[in-house]
């Protein structure tokens, strides 16, 4: 599967969003990935519905929205409304996220699962053939600029199996902590779509940065990568 790159506006300049956009769409990028933070779930707040609205008039670029709220139910429909393209929600947030993922559909939109670092893969394995994504946590959700857990490499690869033994399509994506050295690692397990919000906000060349973190194409082979 071809490498998505999705650049997380969170470390982008908030009182000047459009052009932050414009800038890596510019240079490549499919996605743009923004972060709603409702300061619980999280301890931040971001943005919303509101934001997304006025993003979507100026990119038409693939707005892929990773919802870290508590009820995501409760956002769904104005978030859809607004213009986002992909809504992921926590595991972690809903007893319900079967149900999720049915109302993101009948939204008009793909429907993505997040896992935070400490959560097993068990978690989505009933949910990865009526997903369109699943994204694995590399950093536990809350800020930018932090490391990549190394450990998550693993689990990234479990799901590459998993998504494979089932024969079904569901992009996988990583997030936190991405730049040039460890997208090889991510994409070497297995992962598609690559979120990276300071590696490229906060590059001299944002270009470059993009360029490095999408890198060569790597070709998985079936037997012999375990
Ligand atoms: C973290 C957010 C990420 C964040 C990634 O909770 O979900 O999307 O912007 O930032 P970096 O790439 O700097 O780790
Ligand atoms: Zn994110």
Partial sequence: MATIIAPSILSADFAHLADDVK????????????????????????????????????????????????HPETQLESIAKAGADIITFHAEATPHAHRVIQKIHELGCKAGVAICPGTS????????????????????????????IESMLGKIHMLYHMIDEMETECDIEVD????AETSVLAREAGANV???????YGAADVAKAIKDIRGTEIVHHHDDDE
Avoid: C
Avoid at 42 to 56: C, F, M, N, Q
Avoid at 194 to 200: F, I, K, M, P
């Fill in 23 to 70: 800038k890596v769409t510019d240079a490549g990028a499919e996605y743009i990935h923004v972060d709603v933070m409702d300061g619980s779930f999280v301890p931040e707040i971001t943005l919303g519905a509101t934001v997304i609205k006025d993003l979507r008039k100026v990119t038409n670029a693939v707005l892929d929205v990773h919802l870290m709220v508590e």
């Fill in 121 to 148: 893969l068990s978690a989505i394995e009933e949910l990865v053939e009526f997903a369109d994504m699943i994204l694995i946590m590399t950093v536990n959700p809350g800020y930018g600029g932090q490391k990549f």
């Fill in 176 to 179: 936190g902590g991405i730049n």
């Fill in 194 to 200: 690559l979120v990276a919000g300071s590696a490229v």
